[in-house]
């Protein structure tokens, strides 16, 4: 079984630019949650998707931070425009109970 | 709400020693959880325990729950170089969706 796919690995970008991470979850997982993680913490939730309806965003940015889920299954955070403080790992992951997740490797954002 | 807090944050022991990471929370959980992330991965899932588990174990590992102290404690036995990582708690309270982890403990394991 395929695990939780995301890209790109690593991107670097200058402050004020534009930038989108994608998330393939585990086939027939309904619940997918897009995580930020900055170095030497534990990941915070920004959004999770029941199939393709955004039903906890309160920690997302919305001035900067939107995210989409068509047709439930893909989905994709955007950011626009970048800080200097949005430099982090995202983590995507999905479950199919909402018990234990399972994390894609994560997209390593460096804000220059 | 922080629903995991892990302790110590570093902890360095020797190929084949045990390793012991705790976790304490602040209100009320349905499960804890522990995480596994090796350097520059993904969170992997280790294994997770109910409100109304006392232990739990899956091959080298061992969790306890205290829900009286809102403590958990995550073992490692006979430790491998491998097994180094940061390890994560993360408590689910209300709805099992809202998970959210502490800032993890970093073992590593000395050849």
Sequence with gaps: EAGVVQSPRYKIIEKKQPVAFWCNP????????????????GPELLIRYENEEAVD????????????????????????????????VYLCASSLKGTERYFGPGTRLLVL | SQQGEEDPQALSIQEGENATMNCSYKTSINNLQWYRQNSGRGLVHL?????????????????????????????????????????????????????????????????
């Design chain 2, 47 to 111: 294994i997770l325990i109910r409100s109304n588990e006392r232990e739990k174990h899956s091959g080298r590992l061992r969790v306890t729950l205290d829900t009286s102290k809102k403590s958990s404690s995550l073992l490692i036995t006979a430790s491998r170089a491998a097994d180094t990582a940061s390890y994560f708690c993360a408590g689910s309270g209300g709805s099992n969706y809202k998970l959210t982890f502490g800032k993890g403990t970093l073992l590593t394991v000395n050849p």
């Design chain 1, 57 to 88: 965003d309160s920690q997302l940015p919305k001035d900067r931070f939107s995210a989409e889920r068509l047709k439930g299954v893909d989905s994709t955070l955007k950011i626009q425009p970048a800080e200097l403080g949005d430099s982090a």
């Design chain 1, 26 to 41: 585990i086939s027939g997982h309904n619940t997918l949650y897009w995580y930020r993680q900055n170095l030497g913490q």
